[in-house]
């Protein structure tokens, strides 16, 4: 592995913490770890960190590659991967926590499947279909969705009362369903070129 391929996949190890940690106060805990499960608010400093250090990882690795002149077909494949893997992440303890809605999480869950799929296919035909710019675009939607989800459930965790966890939880509502539009538009785009080849 490359040292891009390694900075991409501390976020596999990084996506089941986020989950651990975030999910902690939300289930009976045993007995070791009750000091952990009763008070959710030690949780929100823990996950921004696990947040902001997937999100630079996935920044990173991209440029560390191409400056290294490292980019190869395995990291074309992996990288989307590891994104797929913390974002789902993410978006399931919003599911679990009544932040996001279901049905967009399995719409998702349903789309990055199917790429997955597609990428399959492809790679019996010798073609390594890597991210466009539409899964790009994505990718940034999904983030700005993770973030204000993240926020919200911040917010709730600190039992802050009055309107803000509302607003901030239909805001991530919202922009996790443009998310949803724009993985689907760009699951077209990957058919197209699915189909060419």
Known sequence: MTLADKVTALRLFLAP???????????QMPAWASAF??????TVPVLWVLFILSEITD???GKIARSR?????FGKLFDPFADVMVRITYFLCFVIDGILPALLFLAVLYRELGIQFLRNLMMKKNVV??????????????MIAGAVGLLAASVKRFE????????????AAVIFGISVILSITSFMDYLTVYRKT
């Open 59 to 61: 920044l990173l690795d």
């Open 17 to 27: 913490f986020f989950f651990i940690v975030y999910a902690a106060p939300l289930f």
């Open 69 to 73: 002149r490292e980019v190869s077909d």
């Open 129 to 142: 279909m890597g991210a466009r710019w539409g899964g790009k675009v994505k990718a940034v939607a999904y």
């Open 160 to 171: 802050v009362e009055g309107a803000l966890f509302p607003i901030l939880r239909t805001s």
């Open 37 to 42: 499960s009763g008070d959710a608010r030690w």
